[in-house]
């Protein structure tokens, strides 16, 4: 999978599939069903890391997880989140941290959160040759000046600054967008405006429209058992499956008909 495929992809109107991925065993699995992208997103802070936000995450944390993902990915485009912190102080910052993550993760390109704001810095990354994607909407590297996780853009100021700055982005050249939680009639404008740019939207909470889906592998595989927003649709109930395996291994080993005769040297 290329950058140019998922540009194809996004011109033709053959949908997109983003899953995040934070590790080999997992990633591997992902990318033999099939998957056109796997995204190594800052929500490792959360689901990996245990933090409430995805705000205390490091480059180098994110180097190394993404490593594991690019050794499994035998198809599917890598995708890695430049972290809080990593793309915001200045360009020259920016590119030397998105240098690291391909050179250092092995990642075919990497991912950040803004729009006009962060212009100069997803300039200068794509004319270093790094691809780039965008992540608009509810943008989770900013929860401390939104006040919360909730829809974005629903105010047509905040909904036509949504517009202007996702156009900014495909035209400085960004592969793909991140929408995240934003009125899926909005998401489909997006769409619209980007696809004659080959631009490919990808969409979380943000309706059936985009040109792409995405969501986070725990929260999908049922893994992350207190987290239900609207958006979210359980593909699996692993959680309950992972607790029901390891109560049977503790029984097993409590009454010590684990390991039986077959399973000994
Ligand atoms: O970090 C992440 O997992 C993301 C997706 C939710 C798009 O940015």
């Known amino acids: 999978m290329t950058t140019t495929r998922i540009r194809q992809m996004a011109a033709s109107g053959e949908p997109v599939s983003v899953l995040t991925s934070y590790d080999f065993t997992l990633a ?7 998957i056109d992208i796997i995204l190594v997103g800052d929500s490792a802070s959360n689901v990996v890391c245990g933090n409430t936000t995805t705000l205390p995450i490091t480059v180098d944390e994110m180097i190394f997880l993404t490593r594991g ?3 499994a990915a035998q198809h599917a485009l ?4 430049m972290p809080f912190g990593s793309y915001q102080t200045s360009e020259e910052e920016a590119v030397r941290n998105a240098v690291r993550m391909l050179k250092e993760s092995g990642c075919d390109a990497v991912k950040l959160e803004g729009g006009e704001d962060v212009l100069p810095a997803i300039r200068r990354m794509i004319a270093a040759g790094i691809p780039v994607m965008g992540h608009l909407g509810l943008t989770p590297q900013s929860v401390n000046q939104f006040g919360g996780y909730g829809l974005r853009a629903k105010e047509q100021a905040e909904a036509d ?3 202007h700055d996702a156009e900014l982005l495909a035209k400085a050249g960004c592969f793909s967008v991140v929408l995240e939680k934003i009125p899926a009639a909005l998401a489909a404008q997006v769409t619209e405006k980007l696809t ?3 631009c490919a939207t990808i969409g979380i909470g943000a309706g059936n429209k985009t040109h792409g889906q995405v969501l986070v ?3 999908m595989l049922g893994l992350n058992q207190g987290f239900q927003p609207k958006f979210l649709r359980r593909f699996a109930d692993m959680g309950n499956e992972i607790k029901s395996a390891v109560q049977d291994y503790i029984t097993a080993v409590r009454d010590r008909s684990f390991p039986n005769e077959t399973e000994c040297y």
């Open 28 to 34: 591997r699995l992902v990318d033999e069903a099939g």
């Open 69 to 71: 993902v690019v050794r």
């Open 78 to 81: 890598v995708v890695a989140d």
């Open 161 to 163: 600054k949504l517009l």
């Open 196 to 198: 004659p740019y080959h």
């Open 217 to 219: 592998l725990h929260d």
